[in-house]
């Protein structure tokens, strides 16, 4: 089916549908002309994506920048490692991290 026929059964405008295209939101399924098709796995993604965008509070773009930070290695560093720095993330212990708290605690307890 065509956009608009898709965007009627979705509840949304083809808009809108064009702006989570824009955003990765869609798997790319086109047909010969170049025109996207839809169909009942096209469908039952994007219904998937706004249940997640509802449930979680977050917008399609939010949605969006969550999946590129889990496929994306070095996106997924860097908001790591922003969390980190902002405390909203626990910073991972090292093995060298325990073995040091380790032996302050065996010196303590002399």
Do not use: C, N, W
């Not at 990765?24 to 025109?35: A, E, F, I, Q, Y």
């Not at 469908?43 to 997640?52: G, K, M, S, W, Y």
């Not at 405390?87 to 380790?102: M, N, S, T």
């Amino acid at each position: 089916m065509r956009i608009t026929e898709a965007a009627a059964r979705l509840g949304m405008s083809p808009r809108m549908l064009r702006y989570r295209e824009a955003l990765g939101l869609l798997p790319p399924v086109r047909d010969k002309g170049s025109h996207r098709r839809f169909g009942t796995e096209e469908l039952a993604a994007v219904t998937q994506a706004v249940e997640l965008e509802r449930r979680f509070d977050v917008s399609p773009a939010e949605l969006a920048f969550a999946l590129r930070a889990l496929s994306e290695p070095a996106v997924a560093q860097a908001v790591r490692d922003l969390g980190i720095r902002i405390g909203r993330i626990q910073a991972p212990r090292r093995a060298l991290d325990f073995e040091q708290e380790k032996a302050l605690r065996l010196l303590r307890g002399r």
